[in-house]
């Protein structure tokens, strides 16, 4: 039996990688494909927006063209200016959807549920940020946001904790929620607090703490996760349960092949495979 799912996230514009997610779709005969986030190279508004326009726009349009072609439903990540969300949108491509802030229909009557953001961190662009409580003295409270004339704009947490809080983003996607929450996947690109998919060196988790509480109340099957890449390697585990939700973050580096999770919507949780690691212990 195929796969119907390939979820991969944090590829950061390496071109090596996004061809690699095709042929692997392709190959295993998925009906979508999901981008959870961190899209574009480390860089400037204009170099990711030259980015899209020269190579992740052309890349999909040609991709759609061919038969048997996956639908896609992508986020940003904390290292994506927010403001080349209009850019994606607009590009004329029905079939590359925008999963942020929205929960929407997915394969075989199930619902994705998609969010960008993560807890304030130790970095400059704080587009896709939010704060939350319990936050570390590495917690960066100053940067940068997308400008709507294509600038970035300087920008603070400080005395905004309470307007810019995750949680009540979270709350957005929760007034969303469908009936039956036991067919729900979610996309966040923050992993859950505490958990083997949220830890840098030396085992230090960096989750969000809403993120988790989020799970914990909503139970999802599944929740497809990012941001720390290094985290599967340090924790020797790509999955790992928050409740009953299974939660992944297939962690990603620029000098391996692709790092994905496949599945089927017969049993999300039950059927993921990693493109490195094998099957979900
Ligand atoms: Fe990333």
């Known amino acids: 039996m195929s796969d119907d799912v390939l979820y991969t996230s944090d590829l950061h514009g390496s071109e090596t990688?996004?061809?690699?997610?095709?042929?692997?779709?392709?190959?295993?005969?998925?009906?979508?494909?999901?981008?959870?986030?961190?899209?574009?190279?480390?860089?400037?508004?204009?170099?990711?927006?030259?980015?899209?326009?020269?190579?992740?726009?052309?890349?999909?349009?040609?991709?759609?063209?061919?038969?048997?072609?996956a639908d896609i439903w992508w986020i940003m990540g904390n290292d994506d200016w927010a403001v080349h969300v209009a850019l994606l949108e607009r590009a004329g491509m029905p079939r590359l959807r925008h999963a942020h802030g929205r929960v929407c229909a997915f394969l075989d009557g199930w619902s994705l549920a998609g969010s960008a953001f993560v807890p304030a961190s130790p970095f400059a662009l704080k587009d896709w940020e939010r704060w939350e409580d319990g936050l570390g003295a590495s917690t960066r409270r100053d940067g940068f946001r997308s400008g709507a004339d294509g600038?970035?704009?300087?920008?603070?947490?400080?005395?905004?904790?309470?307007?810019?809080?995750?949680?009540?983003?979270?709350?957005?996607?929760?007034?969303?929620?469908?009936?039956?929450?036991?067919?729900?996947?979610?996309?966040?690109?923050?992993?859950?607090?505490?958990?083997?998919l949220d830890q840098l060196h030396g085992n230090v988790h960096v989750g969000s703490r809403e993120t988790r509480r989020f799970l914990e109340e909503r139970r999802p099957p599944l929740s497809l996760h990012g941001h720390?890449?290094?985290?599967?390697?340090?924790?020797?585990?790509?999955?790992?349960?928050?409740?009953?939700?299974v939660c992944v973050n297939p962690g990603q580096d620029p000098r391996h092949p692709l790092r994905?999770?496949?599945?089927?919507?017969?049993?999300?949780?039950?059927?993921?495979?990693?493109?490195?690691?094998?099957?979900?212990t």
């Open 228 to 245: 720390i890449h290094e985290s599967p390697d340090v924790s020797g585990k790509f999955a790992d349960r928050v409740n009953e939700t």
């Open 151 to 196: 600038q970035p704009l300087p920008f603070s947490f400080v005395g905004r904790e309470r307007s810019e809080a995750i949680a009540s983003e979270f709350a957005t996607i929760g007034r969303q929620w469908p009936e039956d929450p036991s067919r729900v996947i979610c996309m966040f690109h923050g992993p859950p607090y505490g958990t083997a």
């Open 260 to 280: 994905a999770v496949t599945f089927r919507m017969s049993d999300p949780a039950g059927t993921l495979r990693h493109t490195l690691m094998g099957a979900a």
């Open 17 to 69: 990688h996004y061809r690699q997610t095709l042929d692997w779709a392709r190959r295993s005969g998925v009906r979508a494909i999901l981008l959870g986030g961190d899209l574009a190279p480390h860089g400037s508004i204009a170099d990711q927006q030259a980015f899209y326009e020269r190579f992740f726009l052309p890349l999909f349009r040609a991709y759609f063209k061919k038969e048997g072609a």
